[in-house]
């Protein structure tokens, strides 16, 4: 903000003084032109009047009128030593004292010859030594008269400017000089004010920077009463405000994460009574009372279904209390998600949904092997019952970075920009539709914690009608940072094709199941 202030400043400072720089050379320029002309002008007359009673009191016949007309104009010329003079004589031509005959502009000479009277036309003094360099200058024009004879001779008095002309320059070198000097020193004072009053906007911005970080007790210093003060004292205020806030927020957080622990914890007990007791339901069941076998197993598998949810809650509460901890190991993660595949078998057999796994031969990593196979089985378990029985594919990819896990279904999909809800806590996309394997609404939330904790990515695609597609990407090695995945994001509809670190190639099928396969 500094320097865009100061080289606005400084850029109108410098049209100003631009500005007044050329009125104040054109005024002095316009002064000592018009005090020079007529300077020339008043010593012209003088001169000519001079001439004239010179030129009646010589006597013709003792000499040429062209010689006398030479001689008083090499003397006048020569006892003024401001000017030159130039007679124009129809005999002899022009007759001059040191200079060119040129330096009579033709629009003085047509006014000269034009009628009687003073005139003056701005020149550019041409001398007859062609080493001389010309100047500017001002020519007076005007007529003088042949004694006893009724005919006049037109007569120049050319007037250098070479000392206004210097005058000039240095009035320029002046200006130029004094403007530089005012510039700088505005540049200067501009700087320096504007240091000092952006100094507290940057005192504020580093305390509202340190706030976004964290750091909640961090205060800014007030001094005096004007606008700079009042800002600090409001940026203090909401300080104060906001630490006091998500003080009470952190309170209720830990409150409600210590709620739901207790609470999970302490339903273990009777619900492990329970569980014993629709055991022994079970068990115990009279086959030929339909009514009761059916209430013992809907008791048998809820009960199932609440210890999930216990222990996802619980899961969920490590999570929260930042108390969850990985025991990395080195894992082949080709051979767990075989492994989860083929657990998941069955339920893919009940749903007849064809499941296909794509594996390359060894994907090494180091992971925690217990989380890995919870995000892969929550991930098929969700591909199976969105699937719409159309087939299932779980690919697997490795490059000298990372390993990655994608599944992916073809069933009724999820808008785009539900790709982030979808990991939200007990969120559905269709609140309406029945689970048929029977999950917690937890394991999506579960998942994405799991690869937080490996430094990971897990990432959702989806369209509606079209299916979904989830990424599971880990980094090999616990220390190294992730900066591309080894599989494509959104699926490749014409067949998978994976760019590892050996180059682009097809993965081979190592396990697949399908119920409409097995009966044909």
């Known amino acids: 903000m500094g320097l865009r202030v100061v080289t606005i400043a400084l850029t109108a400072t410098l049209v100003i003084l631009l500005v007044f720089g050329y009125l104040l050379v054109h005024q002095i320029t316009d002064g000592i032109l018009e005090s020079k002309r007529s ?39 020569r006892q003024s030593g401001q000017y030159q003079v130039i007679i124009e004589s129809p005999v002899s031509g022009l007759v001059s004292g040191g200079i060119s005959v040129e330096s009579v502009p033709p629009e003085l000479a047509a006014k000269v010859a034009a009628g009687e009277g003073i005139w003056t036309q701005p020149t550019t003094v041409l001398y007859a030594d062609p080493d001389r360099p010309h100047t500017p200058g001002i020519a007076v024009g005007s007529t003088l008269w042949a004694p006893g004879q009724n005919r006049g001779f037109p007569i120049y008095f050319i007037f250098p400017e070479s000392d206004e002309a210097a005058t000039l320059a240095m009035v320029q070198r002046v200006v130029i000089s004094l403007g ?25 911005s580093i305390a509202a920077s340190r706030l976004a970080g964290g750091h909640l007790d961090e205060r800014m210093p007030v ?63 009279d086959d030929s009372d339909p009514d009761m076998v059916r209430a013992a197993e809907l008791l048998h598998d809820e009960l199932g279904r609440f210890e999930t949810l216990l222990s996802d809650l619980l899961e969920i509460s490590r999570f929260d209390a930042g108390a969850a901890v990985l025991a990395l190991d080195p894992c082949d993660v080709s051979a767990l ?14 749903l007849e949904t064809p499941l296909v796994v794509r594996a390359e031969t060894e994907a090494i990593a180091d992971v925690d092997a217990r989380r890995i196979r919870r995000i892969i089985r929550n991930l098929i378990a969700n591909a199976l019952e969105h699937g719409e029985s159309r087939p299932v594919e779980v690919t697997v990819a490795a490059n000298d970075e990372a390993v990655a896990v994608t599944v992916r279904d073809h069933g009724i999909g999820f808008e785009p920009s539900q790709a982030e809800m979808v990991f939200v806590r007990f969120w559905r996309a269709d609140p309406s539709r029945v689970r048929s394997v029977g999950g917690t609404g937890l394991g999506l939330a579960i998942s994405l914690e799991d690869a937080h904790l490996h430094h990971g990515w897990l990432e959702a695609w989806g369209r509606p009608g079209r299916g979904a597609q989830f990424r599971l990407t880990l980094p090999r090695r616990a220390d190294q940072p992730l900066s591309h995945s080894p599989l494509p994001s959104s699926p490749d509809e014409s067949g998978v094709e994976v760019t590892t670190s050996t180059g682009a190639r097809r993965l081979p099928i190592v396990a697949a199941a399908s119920t409409r396969e097995n009966r044909s």
């Open 39 to 77: 300077a020339s002008v008043s010593e012209a007359t003088t001169s000519l009047t001079r001439l004239q009673q010179q030129l009646r009191s010589t006597d013709l016949r003792a000499g040429s009128l062209y010689e006398r007309l030479n001689q008083l104009a090499d003397d006048a010329a």
């Open 180 to 204: 530089g000097l005012i510039l700088l020193a505005m540049g200067l004072a501009i700087f320096l004010s504007t240091r000092q009053m952006s100094r507290p906007i940057r005192r504020a």
């Open 223 to 285: 001094r005096g009463t004007d606008d700079l003060a009042r800002l600090a004292t409001s940026m203090n205020g909401m300080a104060a405000e906001l630490q006091r806030q998500i003080n009470e927020l952190e309170d209720l957080s830990s409150l409600q994460q210590q709620f739901v622990s207790d609470v999970s914890h302490e339903l273990r007990t009777p619900l492990t009574t329970v569980r014993m007791a629709a055991d022994l339901l079970i068990d115990s069941r």
């Open 337 to 350: 998600v075989a492994d989860e595949a083929e657990a998941a078998r069955p339920l893919a057999n009940s």
